[in-house]
């Protein structure tokens, strides 16, 4: 999650502390401090709204990496283009030239290259560009993924084999909740029975957990309040992970 930040090496904002922005990170570091004869893939998966894709900014900003968002209109070669024009280069005509091109520019770098909804390129089969780009550069290669990417990976085992870290994402906690409390919606205070309470409606999805903080604070300015307490918000609604009813506990 991006907050405006005083000082920091490497952009004018910081990251609220997340867990699975420590997680990520500190996956993408050691493979960037690995032994030479160990892969350099790390994939990150989980379920939707638990903040994955933040976690793999924060890594973008911090690492300088080359991020890509998979889109569901993309093959390989849209997928070559956009990471060429984020690298700033002039793609050539032919896929195998602009594989290449990517692959010098990652060995020369020294940066990552991040790959946000690989599920996209799984359902298409193009999964194996991937390896290519890291076999043709031996770049750190963050993959972000949905829970069961894992699973789906097994298909392509010289693929599966070559990820140095499978990471977990970890539900939003209540220190995750008061951390994007804290970034979002600092005008009220939000007391802890309220924030445990959300963080247990919210079914891990820090998505989950800012729409409902901004109900709460939604609430607070209607009514005029500075801080909001469980019993202040009484048996209004709450946004929850439930498919059969969305809101209330």
């Known amino acids: 999650m991006l907050e405006k930040g005083k000082k920091t090496d490497f952009t004018a904002y910081t990251v609220a502390p997340l867990a699975n922005v420590s997680l990520c990170a500190n996956a993408v570091e050691r493979a960037m401090r690995r032994p030479g004869h160990l892969p350099g893939m790390v994939c990150m998966y989980g379920p939707a709204g638990w903040g994955k894709s933040k976690a793999a900014t924060y890594c973008s900003l911090k690492y300088r990496g080359y991020y890509v968002q998979c889109q569901e209109t993309w093959n390989g070669k849209a997928i070559l283009h956009y990471i060429l024009a984020t690298m700033g280069i002039s793609p050539k005509q032919r896929v195998w030239e602009m594989a290449e091109q990517v692959c010098e520019q990652l060995a020369k770098s020294g940066r990552p290259l991040i790959v946000d909804e690989l599920d996209k390129m799984v359902e298409k089969k193009s999964v194996e560009l991937i390896r290519d780009l890291y076999e043709g550069s031996g770049a750190v290669i963050l993959l972000i993924g949905e829970q069961n990417v ?9 693929f599966h084999r070559r990820v140095l870290e ?3 994402a970890a539900p939003c906690d209540i220190d995750d909740t008061a ?5 979002y919606h600092p005008e009220v ?12 409606v919210s079914d891990g999805s820090a998505g ?10 939604q609430y607070a300015a209607t009514v005029g309040l500075d801080a909001v307490s ?8 709450f946004l929850t992970g439930s498919t059969r009813r969305r809101y209330g506990a």
């Open 230 to 237: 469980l019993q202040d918000w009484g048996d209004r609604e």
């Open 179 to 183: 951390h994007l409390r804290r970034l």
């Open 150 to 158: 894992y699973d789906k990976l097994q298909k392509w085992e010289r």
């Open 166 to 168: 499978w990471v977990q």
């Open 208 to 217: 989950r957990v800012c729409l409902n903080l901004s109900h709460v604070a």
């Open 189 to 200: 205070e939000v007391a802890k029975d309220l924030l445990v309470r959300i963080t247990e």
